[in-house]
């Protein structure tokens, strides 16, 4: 699994990639070159970029697009690459084994009702919420690390819910570098507290998963 900013990550096995929410604050590069799937948690600018998307299923005709419903239809015109999926659906996708768990977004404004919001666990391991607290049984946790609708608090009240072997966090590219040591300290106290693993990864990195 390698980070490749702010909520993306991209997963390889056994020669086989999916990429899970390639948005706006992902360096272009080649985020989705090379993956047989895109898995899209919601329709937030951060974590889809039609555009790039468009583009890339152009490309590449053997991409297909995983997601939810608001995502879906502003898609639609593609019609049979673009799959729409919601919470209880389980799937192979690219040699993954997907479960979908999670409906909405987490309150960003007190007048705007929250979107369409699902998450990702793939092969019973990792699990990337999107920009939701949905609790599941995941060894391996992509936790939100920061984001307009989120206290830290609420970050470790998540970890102490999933209980997770593992937790790296994600979706903190708009954080500078003083926030993200706040967060690499809030993580690492939590890891011991818990007796885990809990970092950050830095974009680029990689980590190998069960």
């Known amino acids: 699994m390698t ?5 993306c990550v991209r997963l390889q096995k056994d020669d086989r990639t999916i990429v899970i929410d390639p948005g706006g604050l992902t360096p272009q590069g080649d985020a989705i070159a090379g993956a047989e799937a895109v898995l899209i948690t919601h329709e937030h600018f951060d974590h889809y970029a039609a555009e790039r998307l468009r583009k890339a299923l152009v490309d590449d005709p053997r991409l297909t697009v995983y997601t939810c419903r608001a995502v879906a239809a502003d ?11 919601g919470e209880g659906d389980a799937l192979t996708i690219a040699g993954f084994e997907v479960a979908v768990a999670g409906q909405r977004h987490e309150v960003v404004h007190p007048d705007v009702p ?22 599941l049984e995941a060894p391996t946790l992509l936790v939100p690390g920061q984001a307009p609708w989120m206290k830290a608090p609420e970050m470790i009240e998540y970890l102490r819910a999933v209980a997770p072997r593992r937790a790296f966090a994600v979706h903190d590219g708009l954080l500078n570098d003083a926030g993200l040591g706040l967060l690499d300290g809030q993580l690492a106290g939590e890891g011991e507290r818990q007796k885990a693993e809990f970092r950050r990864l830095r974009p680029g990195e990689s980590v190998d998963v069960p």
């Open 3 to 7: 980070k490749l900013g702010h909520s």
């Open 75 to 85: 898609l639609s015109d593609l019609g049979d690459r673009v799959r729409t999926v």
């Open 114 to 135: 929250p979107v369409e919001n699902i998450g990702f666990l793939i092969d019973g391991e990792v699990f990337h919420p999107g920009d939701a607290f949905t609790v």
